[in-house]
């Protein structure tokens, strides 16, 4: 952001991290300005993730949506060799948000596709984690899996409307 001369148009940002704070809207403390993506403090540094907040951005500014982004519902995936992935809340957030007597955890463990194929391959190397709301008919606000290939096997999620997670 160095080169964008943001303190001649009034823009706050970080000087050591040429980051800007940003609202919920993607607005500046310039009314007229706003930001989206890797400048925006506390904003995921994902190029899907920014795409997504552009186009729903011009949609809230010139298509009549009120619609946010909502960064909490973010497919993330760990890289380790047995990977995590997660979208939505974790169960202490949705304790949280919508108490514990409304919620339904479901867990299991499995093998992974590919494990069954080889026989060498330890079984039960899987697990998920959905968390529903009950009643919201049982709507699902969170996922996690810790498996091999966790990225995959949440990549479902990846190809949906987010907000339906």
């Known amino acids: ?8 148009a009034g823009v706050e940002f970080d000087a050591r991290s040429g980051k800007i704070p940003v609202s919920a809207f ?3 403390n310039v009314p007229h300005i706003y930001a989206i993506g890797d400048v925006c403090v506390g904003r995921m540094e994902l190029t899907p993730v920014a795409i997504q907040a552009g ?3 011009a949609m809230r500014l010139f298509g009549g949506a009120a619609k946010l982004f909502d960064y909490k ?6 890289f380790t060799p047995l990977e995590y992935g997660a ?11 919508y108490g514990e007597d409304d919620l339904e955890i479901y867990r299991r463990t499995g093998t992974p596709l590919e494990y069954n194929l080889v ?6 190397a899987a697990y998920f984690k959905l968390i529903c ?3 919201e008919n049982e709507r699902v606000v969170g996922f996690h899996v810790l498996a091999p290939n966790a990225r995959r096997d949440h990549a479902w999620i990846r190809s949906r409307d987010a907000s339906r997670c």
């Not at 026989?119 to 039960?124: A, F, G, L």
Request: with cysteine.
């Open 26 to 28: 993607e607005q500046t």
């Open 133 to 135: 709301v009950r009643s």
């Open 1 to 8: 952001t160095a080169g964008l001369h943001l303190d001649a």
């Open 55 to 57: 186009r729903m951005l």
């Open 119 to 124: 026989e060498e391959r330890v079984k039960q």
């Open 87 to 97: 979208c939505g809340l974790s169960e202490d957030d949705a304790i949280e948000t």
């Open 73 to 78: 519902l973010v497919p993330t995936t760990v």
